[in-house]
Nanobody, 119 residues
Framework: QVQLVESGGGLVQPGGSLRLSCAASGSIFSINAMGWYRQAPGKQRELVARISGGRTNYADSVKGRFTISRDIAKNTVYLQMNSLKPEDTAVYYC??????????????WGQGTQVTVSS
């Protein structure tokens, strides 16, 4: 089993910055990819950013403002969010595509962290 623990959410004014962190732990054999998704009230969960093998991809709405990075040794992924807008307000979820010692590739999710952008 893999556990993902997120941190770094909160309330920030428009134009401000936040940095989210997500640490993976458990019986991890390997992690293929890690990413961040978000879900705003009344909307479907959407991909924000993903990193795999050094390659990154971003939602069009966050390109140029958000940066995803990963510390492989620590099994941790980060999301640096700059120039935040009210429409970035959502619950942000960490995701990992990982293999454990007793299971094949599977998706794992964190519990979510609230990001609120408001003046």
């Amino acid at each position: 089993q893999v556990q993902l623990v997120e941190s770094g959410g909160g309330l920030v004014q428009p134009g401000g910055s936040l940095r989210l962190s997500c640490a993976a732990s458990g019986s991890i054999f390997s992690i293929n990819a890690m990413g961040w998704y978000r879900q705003a009230p009344g909307k479907q969960r959407e991909l924000v950013a993903r990193i795999s093998g050094g390659r990154t991809n971003y939602a069009d709405s966050v390109k140029g403002r958000f940066t995803i990075s990963r510390d492989i040794a620590k099994n941790t992924v980060y999301l640096q969010m700059n120039s935040l807008k009210p429409e970035d307000t959502a619950v942000y979820y960490c995701n990992a595509a990982a293999r454990t010692w007793d299971k094949g590739l599977d998706d794992y999710w964190g519990q979510g962290t609230q990001v609120t952008v408001s003046s």
